[in-house]
């Protein structure tokens, strides 16, 4: 029992993490209508300036104190993002506006290897490493209970409580602002939006830079575990099982869909792996997202559409 909860409490840390980069898919979808292909690409560009931040800040201003530093770096990066979110809507999206969903799709895969691009440009193509403080020692959990304890990595135990928080804050925005409900307008009905008002210049720059943020907080996430390289996009397209899997308009479905995946994943690659000679963890989620395409193509919580010709 020990070692199943061990697997389990693995699994629904890696499953939020997986929960935050698809919220950023989520809120894209609901705002503008736009499958963001471009989400993997963000959150790597989000982590190369924030690792390279953190070492031109403090060493053009002298700044000795790493917190300060990092807080200095996460600034920049921020700031970086919402440049990145206003010039998508400026030059991409702005001039796409009621365009059919496949043109808006194209035009994500191609800020998908502009940023790829401009990342490698800006700030080389090295791998580098993000230390923001998070904690490395594993912890021991139950050790009353069970022999030796749950063995808990303390750095994904605080990562899980920041993407956590992080989702929760997002949801509650989206769902009770009155930005938040602009949003949703928008992704109802361009036109109608307009039409009473909201500016969809405006909301889409919001969103794209919300959807930066999360892009950022993911990217210092994941490069913190595994350092900062171009390999870190294709771990954020591990969300795009997780949105198919709780519906492309739903917060609370790229929650759940999340820590399906990350439990899912966990625990067949630790019971049915040896069986099978490994490497479940690569492909589990994709397989439960083609299953879910073919029975439920609107995921667990998405809403089903239904076109009248």
Do not use: C
């Amino acid at each position: 029992m020990g070692f199943f909860l061990e697997a389990l409490i693995g699994g629904l840390m890696t499953g939020m993490l997986y929960s935050l980069i698809a919220l950023g898919f989520v809120l894209i979808f609901k705002a503008s209508g736009v499958f963001n292909f471009a989400q993997g690409a963000m959150v790597l560009f989000a982590a190369l300036a924030m690792a390279r931040f953190a070492e031109w800040i403090p060493a053009l201003l002298h700044i000795d104190n790493k917190t300060i530093g990092n807080i200095l770096a996460f600034i920049g990066a921020m700031g970086v993002m919402v440049i990145v979110a206003w010039v998508i809507e400026r030059y991409v999206l702005g001039k796409l506006v009621n365009q059919e969903g496949i043109t808006l799709l194209m035009a994500t895969l191609g800020i998908t290897y502009f940023l790829d691009g401009a990342g490698q440009t800006l700030f080389g193509s090295d791998i580098y490493k993000i230390d923001v403080g998070l904690p490395k020692d594993p912890i021991f959990l139950f050790e009353t209970v069970f022999q030796g304890g749950v063995l808990v990595g303390s750095e994904d135990l605080y990562a899980a409580l920041i993407a956590a928080t992080m989702v929760a804050v997002l949801a509650a925005f989206f769902q009770y602002t009155s930005t938040g409900r602009a949003l949703r307008a928008v992704a109802d009905d361009h036109q109608a939006a307009q039409s009473i008002g909201i500016p969809l210049n405006r909301i889409w720059v919001i969103v794209w830079s919300v959807a930066g943020f999360v892009a950022l907080v993911a990217g210092i996430i994941w490069g913190s575990k595994l350092g900062v390289q171009f390999s870190l996009s294709l771990v954020a397209l591990k969300a795009l099982p997780v949105v198919i899997l709780g519906g492309l308009t739903s917060v609370p479905g790229a929650i759940i869909g999340g820590l399906i995946i990350g439990v899912g994943e966990k625990l067949s690659e630790v019971y049915i792996g040896p069986m099978v000679g490994g490497g479940i963890e690569i492909w589990f989620a994709y397989a439960l997202a083609l299953i879910f395409l073919l029975v439920r193509p609107q995921g667990l919580f998405g809403e089903k559409i239904i076109d009248r010709v």
